[in-house]
């Protein structure tokens, strides 16, 4: 159980465009989603908290312009980098959480090219 | 704020042999400590967990010990295999509901 799934797993975008990652739990509902970054051999920076029907919490230094959180659904989540930039080029995980974030479960990660 | 640190960053053993890594916490107030475990590639999965109220857990091959007083929790795998291989975090979240903190991460070859 609690399976979480991360979609596309692999995106190459050009610079300038926009691109959207999906974030569903399959049996579960998700009150709460997080989205994070890592960076290589890195540890995970968690980018946002979104609660389902209400606006994500972006942590210091997250331009939420740039990045685009939705959480309209107990069961999908989306984040969307808007005017990708190389320097945008990272992996992505989302996890979510049926219990507000006590017990998260991670998604498989997206990897983000930007060229 | 919390600040989580982990030891060592890299750690390679030979198959078969017990494989041991350590985190340690700031805030004494965190009472939730899972691990995850991450592959190439891959998301996080948490594979253990632990309690501020347990002084142990132990799943098959794996364990987690916790010492409050100290700080400090840590995760055991005896018995490892190649699949073990990868990138190991520790995490603490202090009150139901806040964020976790994670470690820097520990990867972990074992050596067939």
């Known amino acids: 159980g609690a399976v979480v799934s991360q979609h596309p797993s692999r995106v190459i975008c050009k610079s300038g465009t926009s691109v959207k990652i999906e974030c569903r739990s399959l049996?579960?509902?998700?009150?709460?989603m997080f989205w994070y970054r890592q960076f290589p051999k890195k540890s995970l920076m968690l980018m946002a908290t979104?609660?389902?029907?209400?606006?994500?919490?972006?942590e210091q230094g997250v331009e939420k312009d740039k990045f685009l959180i939705n959480h309209a659904s107990l069961t999908l989540s989306t984040l969307t980098v808007t005017s990708a930039h190389p320097e945008d080029s990272s992996f992505y995980i989302c996890?979510?959480?049926?219990?507000?974030?006590?017990?998260?479960?991670f998604g498989e990660g997206s990897w983000l090219t930007v060229v | 704020g919390e600040n989580v640190e982990q030891h060592p960053s890299t750690l390679s053993v030979q198959e078969g042999d017990s494989a041991v890594i350590k985190c340690t916490y700031s805030?004494?107030?965190?009472?939730?400590f899972p691990w995850y475990k991450q592959e190439l590639g891959k998301g996080p999965q948490l594979i253990i967990d632990?309690?501020?109220?347990?002084g142990e857990k132990k799943d098959q091959r794996i364990a987690v010990t916790l010492n409050k007083t100290a700080k400090h929790f840590s995760l055991h795998i005896t018995e490892t295999q190649p699949e073990d291989s990868a990138v190991y975090f520790c995490?603490?979240?202090?009150?139901?509901?806040?964020?976790?903190?994670f470690g820097p991460g520990t990867r972990l070859s074992v050596l067939p």
């Open positions: 996890s979510a959480s049926f219990d507000s974030g006590n017990t998260i479960y």
């Open positions: 049996d579960f509902q998700a009150t709460t």
């Open positions: 979104s609660n389902e029907g209400s606006k994500a919490t972006y």
């Open positions: 805030d004494s107030a965190s009472n939730y």
């Open positions: 632990i309690r501020s109220n347990v």
């Open positions: 995490a603490a979240r202090r009150n139901y509901g806040q964020n976790f903190v």
